[in-house]
């Protein structure tokens, strides 16, 4: 499998983006989905996940201001991401669970065996 997330960019406080990942090689539509990020010098952390079904979790930091979303026609998975804030800069990576049909462990990065190459946000203050 291949994951290959986008639109990362410059923004300023309170903008948006949306982030894109493609991905090819399974049936994108039976694998759960998750978003973290890796800010200079932390750990990677969880930002967003979405199962198989569309059932949707997110980090206490972004939820009200991220939303994560699926396109099983197009094999991607979106984060829409508003009200972006200076500690959201980091570099965001997309991710896929290793099993079909399963939702556990969405929230480490331990429960994904496979990642993108990672978009970079900056958001300027």
């Known amino acids: 499998v291949q994951l290959q997330a986008s639109g990362g960019g410059l923004v300023q406080a309170g903008g948006s983006l949306r982030l894109s990942c493609a991905a090819s090689?399974?049936?994108?539509?039976?694998?759960?989905m998750g978003w973290f990020r890796q800010a200079p010098g932390k750990e990677r952390e969880f930002v967003a996940a979405m199962s198989y079904s569309s059932y949707t979790a997110y980090a206490q930091s972004v939820k009200g201001r991220f939303t994560a979303s699926r396109d099983n026609v197009k094999n991607t998975v979106y984060l829409q991401m508003n009200s972006l804030k200076p500690e959201d800069t980091a570099i965001y990576y997309c991710?896929?669970?290793?099993?079909?049909?399963?939702?556990?462990?969405?929230?480490?990065?331990?429960?994904?065996?496979?990642w993108g190459r990672g978009t970079l946000v900056t958001v300027s203050s």
């Open positions: 090689g399974r049936t994108f539509s039976r694998y759960s």
């Open positions: 991710g896929i669970q290793s099993s079909p049909l399963y939702y556990t462990n969405y929230d480490v990065a331990d429960g994904y065996d496979t």
